[in-house]
């Protein structure tokens, strides 16, 4: 109990651990060298959380599901992450780039 380390260790090296092996995957030029920058990137992420977990100093706490669940039910929490969700929506869920038209008409025959 409270391997907060593997925990965190197991998904970062599963992504992009995955990530690294399934760029050399793709059929599409990366560039001249034999490793992309996203492999490159993928590996360093790894490294990097590896030493950081391992230089994180070791604590007693013990995970408490009733305390976590309180603290993540409280309105202090979830309204400004709400906000926070329509605010990444409104902006990143509009495209700057490509526009679309959408219309609507009605049969009159049908009516």
Do not use: K, N
């Amino acid at each position: 109990m409270g391997h907060f380390r593997l925990a965190a260790l197991i998904p970062v090296i599963a992504t992009w651990g995955w990530r690294a092996c399934s760029e050399s995957l793709r059929a599409d030029y990366r560039g001249g060298s034999r490793i992309s920058v996203y492999q490159c990137m993928a590996i360093v992420s790894v490294l990097y959380l590896s030493i950081f977990l391992v230089l994180l100093p070791s604590s007693a706490m013990t995970p408490d599901l009733s305390a976590a669940l309180a603290q993540f039910s409280s309105a202090a929490i979830i309204l400004p992450l709400q906000v926070f969700w329509v605010a990444l929506f409104l902006y990143y869920g509009r495209s700057r780039v490509t526009a679309s038209t959408l219309s609507f008409h009605v049969i009159a025959e049908r009516l």
